[in-house]
């Protein structure tokens, strides 16, 4: 079993749920599953209440094959979440290999691929076929997200299926598993109950009708499942068999006109009440429901609701969380809104209000997003955020901040832009950040901030100092005031002495910087943090400077170690760590650990931008350095082509920029050899990574905001320097080159 994860796992996602009228067997639909085991996917593509859920958790019981099940939300929108999810539901079948997990608690910005190389493998290598169900698949918006669903097509074993049911059809390459026979579908039309099977939906909700009302309802609802069965509901309600026909067509409009007319107004107005105001939550306990509507009993409540086939689905044994079925929940919520449109922000503020009462901060940030509370999503943002980041779920705290973004609330809130810009800085989106670190500035706020910070200025020295956008000067002055407001207590104090290190660095003063360099390894060690590695890796390079060998490789290992242990191999703050193992593997003639650290820093490179300058440059220069002592010029050009292209928009990095003239005289002595695998650009680098994936050209253009074709050319110069001609010989040569894991 999972021994870690780096947020609780809902049980209740991992297996499916089902309410009444389940009961009906799919016998054809059945037969036709058995008979797809060839096919590697499984698509159920239907509008909701078609009994997809249902019908997969049939198989489930029919076929010999375990199922690997996970019911997608919009939360799963976070690759990090996404693939623990998946991993846990593979783990109850066969244990997945604990590196798996421990990545995945990582907050490496290249995660989806990182740990999807692992799962991948772990998944190929198990004994027995697998099923693996995603439901509610159309939930899934998050590019990264949809490409680790594509990619785990690719990792099944033999007999192993990936069964996807949802509304639409998402955007994964369907068209290319149609054409080569590899995917069966099943849509609505198919899903579609004949006269047979509404006759038994009808007689296990306990309704008589008789065969010329059976027959005119499965005409009139077109064998919509969730209609006929809110048929047999508008009949035990008092309506008669001929009415309850007469009321319903085969789409949802016809629904809502039934849910507001018929069912609604025949039941007590107390239930009616409960029904529609708890519309709101996505899921419903007895206490969470008190709390909402302020009353009590809601737990006997919601057992009878379920008991009485209301549409009300269990979601554990123990009957404590419910969720209405999904159709009838957004019928009710329309009638809501249609009813009482100014109590839906008082509900959702109230469910905040609970969540955040019970620790469960996730769901009180949702619901306060829900009811535009923008104070109490501040709030708790800058609360969980830190630790939310260094967990892994960076794709979560993006949502979270892109809402302030879409909501224009960025500048009214300066704590979270400053973490905004934090973000974007450290995911290499240069131009966001310095937009969220405008906003910071602009701003205005009074109080501590989270880490206990006195005011917000503290934060926005060290924000200043991490952007560089005026030069060393500013940056050290920046870096002093920082370290001057941030506490001991804090997890930033190290990565102000780590900023105020650099400064005096990069001002040539390199005493002064091993010193404050030391304070800030020490720091962040302590706190757990990704400082000490930039800050190890820095008095390496330092060392090396120096020639001192034997220092600058105990502080290289120590670097290493740490970020092995904190799982932060992966992640951007590591480039540096890597850069300097290179130079010292080459010192030793150890070609292999060269290669293989240098592989390392260009997966990563990309990520490195003038958001963050200096470091940017470092990282390139000692690249650069590693290149020409293995005699490749070719790629130490490009490297420092990227410090030009970076020089240009922050030219006032101290004793940098003459680095850079001194490597580049040495390069102009070296004979110029053909370009190769090493010389791929930042940019090729980033398209790289996606040529992996199933998606087109037009489709990876639209990912990085380029041109189709932008992407080609990028694509044929990435044939060019690995020597193949096509998408599937570079993903491997660039796998073999420790390129892409």
Request: charged content about 25%; glycine content about 6%; aromatic content about 6%.
């Amino acid at each position: 079993m999972v021994s870690r994860q780096a947020f609780p796992i809902h049980e209740s996602k991992l297996s499916p749920h089902l309410g009444h009228g389940g009961g009906v067997p799919r016998i054809a639909l059945l037969d036709r599953l058995e008979a797809s085991s060839g096919a590697p996917v499984v698509a159920i593509i239907a509008p909701p209440g078609y009994g997809k859920t249902t019908l997969l958790a049939q198989w489930t019981e029919r076929d010999r094959r375990p199922f690997a099940w996970l019911s997608v939300d919009q939360r799963d929108n976070d690759p990090a979440v996404l693939l623990t999810y998946i991993a846990a539901a593979l783990d109850r079948i066969e244990p997945i290999a604990p590196a798996v997990f421990g990545a995945l608690a990582s907050p490496a910005v290249s995660i989806a691929e990182t740990v999807l190389s692992r799962l991948g493998s772990s998944l190929s290598a198990k004994a027995l076929p697998v099923v693996v169900v995603l439901d509610d698949v159309h939930l899934l918006q998050n590019w990264e997200c949809l490409n680790v669903v594509a990619a785990l097509i690719d990792h099944l074993p033999q007999g192993s299926q990936l069964v996807i049911a949802g509304r639409g059809e998402p955007p994964f390459p369907l068209a290319s598993l149609r054409a080569e026979g590899r995917m069966v579908e099943i849509g609505p039309d198919v899903l579609a109950m004949d006269r047979q099977e509404a006759e038994l939906l009808l007689r296990n909700a306990a309704v008589d009708f008789s065969q010329v009302e059976v027959d005119d309802l499965v005409r009139r609802t077109e064998g919509w499942p969730v209609a006929l069965y809110l048929a047999a509901l508008s009949v035990k309600a008092g309506q008669s068999g001929e009415d309850a026909a007469d009321a319903f067509a085969g789409d949802d409009r016809f629904l809502v006109d039934y849910l507001q007319a018929v069912l609604l107004s025949r039941l007590p107005p107390r239930l009616v009440s409960f029904l529609t105001h708890t519309a709101v939550l996505d899921q419903m306990s007895g206490p969470l429901c008190d709390a909402v509507l302020g009353t009590t009993r809601s737990s006997h409540l919601l057992e009878s609701l379920e008991r009485s086939n209301m549409l009300v689905i269990p979601l554990d044994r123990d009957r404590g969380w419910y969720r209405y079925h999904q159709l009838f929940r957004e019928l009710l919520r329309a009638e809501l809104e249609r009813r009482e449109p100014a109590l839906v922000r008082e509900l959702s503020m109230r469910a905040s209000e609970w969540h955040e009462n019970n620790g469960l901060a996730d769901g009180a940030i949702e619901y306060a997003m829900a009811a535009g509370d923008a104070d109490r999503v501040a709030r708790l943002v800058g609360r969980i955020a830190l630790p939310l980041y260094y967990g892994g779920r960076m794709a979560t705290l993006q949502r979270w901040l892109d809402w302030f973004d879409q909501n224009e609330l960025v500048e009214r809130y300066p704590a979270v832009a400053v973490l905004g810009a934090w973000m974007h800085t450290l995911g290499g989106h240069a131009a966001a950040a310095e937009r969220w670190a405008d906003a910071a500035e602009r701003g205005s706020y009074q109080g501590a901030m989270p880490d206990g910070t006195a005011s917000i200025d503290g934060w926005l020295a060290l924000l200043r100092a991490m952007l560089c956008r005026h030069g060393v000067e500013q940056m050290r002055a920046d870096a002093e005031v920082a370290l001057a407001l941030v506490p001991a207590s804090s997890v930033l104090r190290a990565s102000a002495h780590l900023l105020l290190g650099i400064a005096h660095l990069l001002a040539g003063d390199p005493d002064a910087a091993d010193r404050l360099l030391a304070v800030a390894a020490e720091e962040g060690e302590a706190a757990g943090a990704d400082t000490a590695t930039v800050a190890l890796a820095e008095r390496s390079i330092l060392a090396l400077a120096r020639e001192d060998w034997s220092q600058a490789e105990v502080l290289a290992e120590r670097a290493r170690w740490i970020a092995r242990g904190a799982r932060l191999e992966e992640y951007v703050t590591s480039v540096l760590v890597y850069a300097a193992g290179a130079r010292l593997a080459i010192h030793r003639g150890d070609m292999s650990r060269a290669h293989e650290d240098l592989a390392r820093a260009q997966r990563l490179r990309p990520q490195i931008t003038y958001a963050l300058p200096f470091y940017a440059v470092q990282t390139r220069l000692e690249l650069a350095r590693a290149y020409i002592a293995l005699s490749d010029p070719a790629a130490a050009r490009t490297m420092l082509l990227e410090v030009d292209d970076l020089l240009l928009r922050r030219p006032d990095l101290g004793v940098l920029p003459k680095q850079a003239d001194e490597l580049r005289a040495r390069l102009d002595e070296m004979r110029v050899d053909a370009v190769g695998a090493s010389s791929l650009t930042a940019a090729e680098l980033r398209l790289l990574r996606l040529l992996g994936t199933h998606h087109s050209f037009r489709a990876i253009g639209e990912q990085l905001y380029l041109s189709r074709h932008t992407v080609k050319s990028h694509a044929m110069s990435i044939y060019r320097k690995l020597g193949v001609s096509s998408r599937g010989e570079a993903i491997q040569r660039a796998r073999d080159l420790g390129l892409l894991e």
